[in-house]
């Protein structure tokens, strides 16, 4: 099946910093990808769907600002914290479409991000 | 809206035995089912994915089967290992969507 990394798995910062994650396709390009957000004991929750050129579009409840999403490449997206805040702890991880193949979704390995 | 329940939402089973997770959803126009296999702090595995028109699909040891009309889907785990301890996530993708609803997992430990 298709691949889709992601980086880092976790990352620990400092309150009030910004945090990068990246998601890549590895083996296909992804018009769409999709980043959520995942409580302890909780379903994934859907943040954003980030277009390739366009911008994101973000459900309901989700701060553009505080969650910037890039998608500038057919391979890469990344979701930015910015002045992370304790209570943005979370576990993330983004899903990539193939277009080829949109029958499945295809998920990165997550990360988890700690702000103390 | 789609809603999605996993049911039990924890499980602890002897190694060996035969089990059965369930996954429930409200709105059966779906474009297809989609199990996953998550481990404690990593992303999702796919498991198995049933398109709408079809009622089972088996891969080793796993079997899920989809009853569109009832709302239901099951994941039976045959002779269950302690590899199989994960936590289990059923998603639904409604037709003409591409984002799929999770539920929320079913958490399973199998004891040696």
């Not at chain 1, 880092?8 to 999709?34: H, N, W």
């Not at chain 1, 390995?109 to 103390?116: A, C, M, S």
């Not at chain 2, 789609?2 to 959803?25: K, R, Y």
């Not at chain 2, 709105?27 to 796919?46: E, V």
């Amino acid at each position: 099946g298709a691949v889709v990394s992601q980086h880092p798995s976790r990352v620990i910062c400092k309150s009030g910093t910004s945090v990068k994650i990246e998601c890549r396709s590895l083996d296909f390009q992804a018009t769409t990808m999709f980043w959520y957000r995942q409580f302890p004991k909780q379903s994934l929750m859907l943040m954003a769907t980030s277009n390739e050129g366009s911008k994101a579009t973000y459900e309901q409840g989700v701060e553009k600002d505080k969650f910037l999403i890039n998608h500038a490449s057919l391979t890469l997206s990344t979701l930015t914290v910015t002045s992370a805040h304790p209570e943005d702890s979370s576990f993330y991880i983004c899903s990539a479409r193939d277009p080829f193949s949109n029958t499945e979704a295809f998920f990165g390995q997550g990360t988890r991000l700690t702000v103390v | 809206k789609q809603e999605v329940t996993q049911i039990p939402a924890a499980l602890s089973v002897p190694e060996g035995e035969n089990l059965v997770l369930n996954c429930s959803f409200t709105d059966s126009a779906i474009y297809n089912l989609q199990w996953f296999r998550q481990d404690p702090g990593k992303g999702l595995t796919s498991l198995l994915l049933i398109q709408s028109s079809q009622r089972e699909q088996t891969s080793g040891r796993l079997n899920a089967s989809l009853d569109k009309s009832s709302g239901r889907s099951t994941l039976y785990i045959a002779a269950s290992q302690p590899g199989d301890s994960a936590t289990y996530l059923c998603a639904v993708k409604t037709g003409g969507s591409y984002i799929p609803t999770f539920g929320r997992g079913t958490s399973l430990i199998v004891h040696p």
